[in-house]
């Protein structure tokens, strides 16, 4: 018998496979920083890639190996440490100024391509839908940032147009903060924090919350700790949420070979502060009125 008469018996019978078997993608989900909200992102992004089967072979670790294919580098120390390997990263649960400074760091180290994020940030149109549905008196939005950034800049024009007009502080040091602030909140009628950590931080928070309280006017924060600690609400995305559209951009990679753009997150959930809004008097409407306007 020929060797192709062979061949096709055994194709027809399921002797010979047409081709082999892809290996599975080694994804290694990068740790190098401690926190619960990182760690619960790591949780789901294992779940949800085995819901999806994706076939990922998935290592979680605070260290890099060199033998992984993808990098889903958690917080900013991950990237830092991911940067000096050669396989394509996902940065999640970082800002989009920490990221960009990361980019330009390590543009020289390896191609734009290979390194994507999902940022932490919300959309500004977001943020400004959130407040025009849940605050639909307020006109005047306060922002405190400690050195102008592409947010602020976009936070400008995205104003335009809007019924909204932006009260902008500069802050010149730490020690101007409570001066400044106080200006800036008698000139407000929200204050809208933004991912500024030499403005907004453990040692500051506390005292800002106070000021805007006292002088009547709402914060608008970013992420459920704000929202806990005493501003009036945020809008925000959970770990869960990340996760899916973190397993969505992997397995993109893992079928096109090519990383998507940096990116907004998709989904989020709001929370507010029911304690600050009887104290200063704000009616909410339900959550799912505001998510619609939004």
């Known amino acids: ?10 194709l027809l019978f399921g002797l010979m496979p047409l081709a082999s078997q892809a290996e599975p993608l080694r994804v290694t989900i990068l740790l190098s920083e401690e926190g619960a909200v990182y760690r619960a ?3 789901f992004f294992a779940v949800e890639a085995a819901r999806q089967n994706t076939g990922f072979k998935i290592t979680q670790a605070n260290v890099l190996s060199p033998e992984t294919d993808f990098v889903v ?13 050669r396989a394509p990263i996902l940065a999640v649960l970082v800002s989009k100024a920490g990221f960009e400074k990361s980019l330009h760091e390590v543009a020289v180290q390896r191609d734009k391509k290979t390194i994507s994020a999902i940022y932490i940030d919300q959309p500004i149109k977001r943020q400004l839908g959130f407040i025009a549905a849940a605050l639909p008196e307020v006109k005047k939005i306060g922002v405190m940032f400690s050195a102008v950034s592409s947010d602020i800049v976009n936070l400008r024009k995205a104003v335009v147009g809007t019924r909204f007009s932006l ?37 500051t928070l506390r005292n800002i919350l106070i000021d805007s309280y006292q002088h009547n ?6 992420s459920p700790s704000y929202v806990r600690a005493g501003a009036l609400g945020a809008v925000f995305t959970t ?40 104290s200063m008097n704000i009616r909410l409407k339900e959550n799912s009125e505001i998510v619609n306007k939004i």
């Open 1 to 10: 018998m020929s060797l192709f008469r062979l061949f096709l018996i055994a």
């Open 41 to 43: 992102f790591a949780e």
């Open 73 to 85: 580098a958690v917080g900013a120390k991950s990237v830092a440490v991911a940067a000096n390997s």
């Open 167 to 203: 009260i902008e502080s500069q802050l010149a040091s730490s020690e101007a903060l409570h001066r400044q602030l106080s200006w800036l909140l008698d000139e407000s009628e929200v204050l809208l924090v933004t991912p500024d950590a030499q403005v907004y931080n453990p040692t």
């Open 217 to 222: 006017v709402p914060m608008v924060g970013i």
């Open 239 to 278: 770990p869960e949420q990340f996760a899916l559209q973190a397993v969505s951009i992997v397995r993109h990679f893992s079928v096109e070979g090519h990383l998507v753009a940096p990116q907004y997150p998709t989904q989020f959930e709001l929370m507010f502060n029911t304690q600050v809004a009887r």
